[in-house]
């Protein structure tokens, strides 16, 4: 079991940067995956970035932009955005897959306006 905590979202004006990050509750070394998702309003959840065994994949929208990455010391995940568009606008979530069971934190806003 993990409970994850997302912190960094907020308003930003296109071309910005934020930097979110993910504390988990546990060592997070042996866990199988972990990610980064997200929810515009009206649409589906869809993927942004994971890394799977050490394999990062980025969604097509946000290759170049986005940058995953996962520091087992610390059990964090983090997520820099860069060049940001108001397509990026959603809540994000960051996701523990443990094979067993997949975990889910509460989400942080991201708004991307002038």
């Known amino acids: 079991q993990v409970h994850l905590v997302e912190s960094g979202g907020g308003l930003v004006q296109p071309g910005g940067s934020l930097r979110l990050s993910c504390a988990a509750s546990?060592?997070?070394?042996?866990?199988?995956?972990m990610g980064w998702y997200r929810q515009a309003p009206g649409k589906e959840r869809e993927l942004v970035a994971i890394?799977?065994?050490?394999?990062?994949t980025y969604a097509d929208s946000v290759k170049g932009r986005f940058t995953i990455s996962r520091d087992n010391a610390k059990n964090t995940l983090d997520l820099q955005m860069n060049s940001l568009e108001p397509e990026d606008t959603a809540v994000y979530y960051c996701?523990?897959?443990?094979?067993?069971?997949?975990?889910w934190g509460q989400g942080t806003q991201v708004t991307v306006s002038s």
């Open positions: 996701n523990a897959n443990l094979i067993t069971n997949i975990y």
């Open positions: 890394i799977t065994r050490g394999r990062l």
């Open positions: 546990r060592n997070i070394f042996t866990i199988n995956a």
